[in-house]
């Protein structure tokens, strides 16, 4: 059945939130995607202890805000309107800037900002509730796939 009014966008915007959803990694981060579209996405990842790196300060380990990160990043891929399917991660390249507030949920916003016909740029930024200081900052390039291909 074909749905009335939807755009080939909001298909495509509907598969990457799908596709983030079906990940083990982010259902055992608990990975929330808060908004996708038109080449942007942003993923919350609530303070869970499971996931301390330190336990004498109770800050989050760098390998689940890289791992929210780089899933953000491939989010925003997916909802490009020139990104033709799937994606994987090429290189990313992570700037931690400060430890997130332990106790704080912990923010990703990723814009693909440029496609090719096989590549796709992304620049990211992780924040906690000190919106003004980002915990870390992300600049990556990922495969763009055509589904079937």
């Not at 891929?77 to 290189?91: C, E, F, K, Q, R």
Request: proline fraction near 5%; aromatic fraction near 4%.
């Amino acid at each position: 059945m074909i749905e009335k009014n939807v755009t080939q966008q909001d298909r495509k915007d509907r598969v990457a939130k799908a596709f983030i959803q079906a990940l083990p990694h982010a259902r055992a981060l608990n990975l929330k995607m808060e908004e996708i579209g038109d080449g942007q996405a942003t993923i919350s990842m609530p303070y869970d202890e499971r996931l301390i790196g330190d336990p004498d300060t109770r800050v989050i380990h760098g390998g689940a805000v890289s791992a929210l990160m780089d899933t953000c990043g491939g989010a925003a891929v997916m909802s490009h309107p020139a990104a033709l399917g799937s994606t994987a991660t090429l290189d990313l390249r992570i700037d931690y800037m400060r430890p997130a507030t332990p106790g704080d949920t912990i923010t990703a916003t990723a814009t693909c900002y440029h496609v090719t016909r096989s590549v796709a740029f992304v620049r990211a930024i992780a924040t906690d509730a000190d919106t003004d200081r980002p915990v870390a900052t992300a600049t990556g390039a990922f495969t763009v796939v055509e589904v079937g291909a």
